[in-house]
């Protein structure tokens, strides 16, 4: 069993960072619409905001996925997740949008799983000796 679990934190990094990687390269396709959608909801800097989200999805999707400084790149796609919830899914009368917030809510748990207990074995991180913790309190697992 101690073998699989070496795994097991690997299996979730791409769980999670596959979809973002994926969002991200549609938003690269896409580049007017998804300026039009973040201008619709009243953001200002619609194109900024495209900027950050390509960046934060497409980046800190293949540094998740690498493991490499697993715990900020995870903070960060946490508050990420929780501001699109926030922003573009808070029509809670529409059953899709409430699935789309609560997805991003489920997904900003599982980042912050990895922001306390790091990348795990099978990464960037471990291989560079960065499994202390970053986060006062946290803990390394390796």
């Known amino acids: 069993m101690a073998t699989i679990n070496r795994y097991i934190p690997l299996a979730g990094r791409i ?17 007017q619409s998804i300026v039009a959608y973040i ?5 200002p800097l619609p194109q ?9 999805e497409l980046f ?3 540094l998740l996925l690498l493991g490499y400084r697993a715990r900020l790149v995870a903070l960060v796609m946490a508050i990420f ?14 059953q899709n949008q409430m699935i789309h917030f609560l997805k991003n809510v489920m ?3 599982g980042l912050l799983q990895i922001v306390y207990f790091g990348a795990g074995p099978l990464s960037l991180d471990a291989r560079s000796g960065k499994t202390t913790p970053s986060i006062p309190g946290s803990q390394a697992v390796s």
Do not use: C, E, Q, R
């Open 15 to 31: 769980l999670i960072s596959v979809p973002f990687i994926m969002s991200g390269l549609s938003k690269l396709t896409a580049h």
């Open 39 to 43: 201008n619709s909801v009243g953001l």
């Open 48 to 56: 900024l905001g495209w900027i950050i989200a390509v960046a934060v």
């Open 60 to 62: 800190g999707g293949a």
């Open 81 to 94: 997740a929780l501001a699109t919830a926030f922003f573009f899914h808070n029509n809670f009368a529409d």
């Open 107 to 109: 997904l900003a748990g």
